[in-house]
């Protein structure tokens, strides 16, 4: 199974801020990785999938880049409902498998 | 809209069955791959495995083979889980998803499973 590792764990920033999120895989994926978000008592949410592809309804400061085995997740001017958790999920291989996690939290 | 609607979880000892069921609505559900995925306490998401849109064929995560059953009833439009012979390291969130292609695109809010005597 490809092994997928997230770092950092945890994020504190401000609304206003720009993070990222980087995501590795234990083999090259090729561009084929998704961004989920995770908000309590909400459904997950796919945000972006084949690495850059914005799913519909995704808002531009969201963005994603990276190939092979490194990719990372960008949000500029963080808005206050973009805290909270994210996954990152290779769809190259079965089985799918998504990362460990990143907590973005309010500073 | 999409809905998906899990149900059937609770409090399980360990060693016994459980089976968790999800209705769904807001799109045509035998046109879909479904999966199911859970999330134990504290940590991250596990595929545990998808079945075909005709119920006919079905794939598991390798660690999740032989104690996890997936089906569907599309005239329904539910999506199953049968779990036997749970372990405590069975307790989780379980989510019933919608495949789109090799990607999750929409979720339940999932249902909780915890295995303890």
């Known amino acids: 199974d490809v092994q997928m590792t997230q770092s950092p764990s945890n994020l504190a920033a401000s609304p206003g801020e720009s993070v990222s999120i980087n995501c590795k895989a234990s083999?090259?994926?090729?561009?084929?990785l998704a961004w989920y978000q995770q908000k309590p008592g909400k459904a997950n949410n796919l945000l972006i999938y084949?690495?850059?592809t914005l799913q519909s309804g995704t808002p531009s400061r969201f963005s994603g880049s990276g190939s092979g085995t490194d990719f990372t997740l960008t949000i500029r001017n963080l808005e206050p409902e973009d805290f909270g958790l994210y996954y990152c999920?290779?769809?190259?291989?079965?089985?799918?498998?998504f990362g460990g996690g990143t907590k973005l939290e309010l500073k | 809209e999409v809905k998906l609607v899990e149900s059937g979880g609770g409090l399980v000892l360990p060693g016994a069955s459980l089976k968790l069921s999800c209705i769904v609505s807001?799109?045509?559900?035998?046109?879909?791959?479904m999966r199911w995925v859970r999330q134990a306490p504290g940590k991250g998401l596990e595929f545990i495995g998808e079945?075909?849109?005709?119920?006919?064929?079905?794939n598991y995560a390798p660690s999740m083979k032989g104690r996890f059953t997936i089906s569907r009833d599309n005239a329904k439009n539910t999506l199953y889980l049968q779990m036997n012979s749970v372990r405590s390291e069975d307790t989780a969130t379980y989510y019933c998803?919608?495949?789109?292609?090799?990607?999750?695109?929409?979720w339940g809010q999932g249902v909780m499973v915890t295995v303890s005597s």
């Open positions: 999920q290779q769809h190259n291989e079965y089985p799918w498998t």
């Open positions: 079945i075909k849109p005709d119920g006919s064929k079905t």
């Open positions: 084949s690495g850059s």
């Open positions: 083999k090259s994926i090729s561009k084929f």
């Open positions: 998803v919608r495949g789109c292609t090799s990607l999750f695109d929409y």
């Open positions: 807001g799109f045509t559900f035998s046109d879909y791959w």
